[in-house]
């Protein structure tokens, strides 16, 4: 049977530094467009990444860091690429799960909205499966040369596997025959978890194998200051996270973080001590789950062991966990599960902009009490971008009160309450955010909830704009 085209088929396959859509990049592509009535054009490009080839990467297809040196970067290439593959159809091996969605990533990061919508997607590995099953049934007569009857029941099933597994060893001389050699054949020989989230490196340590922090060690590294006057406010401090407590059992505890505590250990600033020191100090392996800018309060989820930490990071992976923010923004503002869906992308350390080129980031927005110069906005958080809620407040044209990094400003009593005397002072010290509440899964999978009171300063401000800026009736 012939193939019938109505528009140009393109076949294609990349080689790339590695196999992570947001972090790796293409090397090389190759594209066959095959034309409805019949002829084929050939293109292959190489293509520089803009970041070492991992050497792993290199034993597999064979390109080097000097093969691509001189070689453009894809969004020199974008534009001829995009106008090749035009008004087309795709087709290629796993090309589904990994090439296609590599390809639209580095079409997104060149700025070129890749249109995918009217397009058909042609994987021929996915045919091969459909066609030429790989189950028990297809490996019972592969290997054994029977059919397997009665398959789905467990005796037949048990029975059809132990035949298989020695017919592999009896009929491939290179195969171990040991259990500890198969295990490891088997791929298992390193997870820390059967989801394969968490493995073993090579020197014991659990690391993560998902996400961002994928090969990063679990276990926090940071170094801190040991020094006498930091050994005596660990202790000063230690007795007042006891008071921050909101929840705690066998392997979690929830704390209501004050402002200017900062999550982890700031090298070099020995001001404030760590939530993270503190928690352990109060609990020898305790891990932060998640982090909070340094001014922002509110709740934190502390795992207290290595797999309640593992439980909440793949609750977060999966976006499972559910965070209500309370901020104080400037200007009245009307939104009811208000979405803004704009990709982040860092600008410089420390700050984030909207860049189309950036990370998915969404928030809902909701608003709670509208004074005459503020507005109290609930702000739920989607996706976990560092400044998120900050920035995306700033694209809507309003700001977190006291948030000068993203065009907030520190606004003082005086500007409110007329004929004030006395020694005047900003509304807030500080950003107005605040973590209300954070929703999550424990260990038995019932879902825990914990609403994390104002700190003091929040409470006093909201006080104030409710008797001096109220809106009138």
């Known amino acids: 049977m012939k193939l019938t085209l109505k528009r140009p088929l393109v076949i294609f396959d990349l080689e790339t530094t590695g196999v992570n859509t947001s972090t790796d990049r293409i090397v090389e592509i190759c594209m066959i467009k095959v034309f409805p009535e019949g002829h084929e054009e050939l293109r292959t490009y190489r293509i520089n990444p803009g970041m070492p080839i991992p050497p792993q990467a290199t034993a597999v297809h064979g390109i080097s860091d000097e093969d691509v040196a001189d070689k453009p970067s894809f969004k020199m290439l974008a534009a001829e690429l995009n106008i090749f593959m035009q008004e087309c159809d795709f087709g290629g091996f796993n090309s589904n799960k990994f090439d296609f969605p590599m390809l639209v990533e580095e079409f997104y990061r060149a700025g070129i909205e890749f249109e995918v919508e009217k397009r058909k997607f042609i994987d021929a590995q996915r045919i091969f499966h459909v066609k030429e099953p790989r189950n028990l049934t297809a490996a019972y007569k592969f290997y054994c040369n029977r059919d397997l009857e009665n398959a789905h029941s467990a005796e037949a099933d048990t029975l059809a ?21 198969l295990h490891k ?32 060690s679990v276990k926090d590294k940071c170094a801190y200051p040991n020094t006498a006057e930091h050994a005596q406010r660990m202790k000063q ?32 600033k020995f001001t404030h001590i760590s939530l993270l020191e503190m928690a352990r100090e109060f609990h020898p392996e305790a891990t932060l789950c998640h ?9 934190v989820v502390i795992a207290l062991n290595t797999e309640a930490y593992r439980h909440m990071s793949i609750q977060f992976e999966d976006r499972k966990v559910e965070k209500i923010y309370h901020a104080v923004v400037e ?44 507005t109290l906005m609930e702000c739920q958080p989607v996706t976990g971008r560092m400044h998120q809620i900050r920035v995306h407040l700033e694209s809507q044209n309003t700001h977190i009160l006291g948030d000068e990094l993203y065009g907030g400003k520190m606004f003082l009593l005086s500007e409110l309450k007329r004929k004030h005397k006395g020694e005047d002072s900003p509304l807030i010290k500080r950003f107005a955010l605040h973590a209300r509440m954070i929703a999550f899964r424990k260990m038995d999978n019932e879902i825990l909830g914990v609403e994390a009171p ?7 401000l909201l006080k104030i704009l409710r008797k001096y800026d109220a809106v009138a009736d």
């Open 237 to 268: 401090h230690s007795k007042e996270f006891a008071s921050w407590i909101l929840y705690r059992d066998d392997d979690f505890i929830v704390v209501n973080k004050p402002p200017f505590v900062p999550s982890l250990h700031e090298r070099g």
């Open 185 to 216: 054949m088997s791929g298992q020989s390193n997870l820390a978890d059967l989801a394969g989230r968490f493995v073993y490196n090579d020197q014991g340590e659990i690391i993560f194998n998902f996400g961002k922090h994928k090969n990063k």
């Open 454 to 460: 104002y700190p003091k300063d929040m409470e006093v």
């Open 291 to 299: 982090r909070l800018d340094r001014e922002t309060s509110g709740a």
């Open 331 to 374: 200007g009245q503002i009307q939104f009811d599960d208000h979405l803004v869906d704009l990709p982040i992308q860092t600008e410089i350390p420390g700050r984030v902009r909207i860049d189309r080129s950036g990370k998915p980031s969404a928030t809902f927005f909701k608003t709670l009490e509208i004074f005459r110069h503020f």
């Open 161 to 181: 596997t132990w035949a298989i597994l020695k017919a592999q060893i009896e009929r491939y001389e290179d195969l171990p025959g040991d259990i500890d050699a």
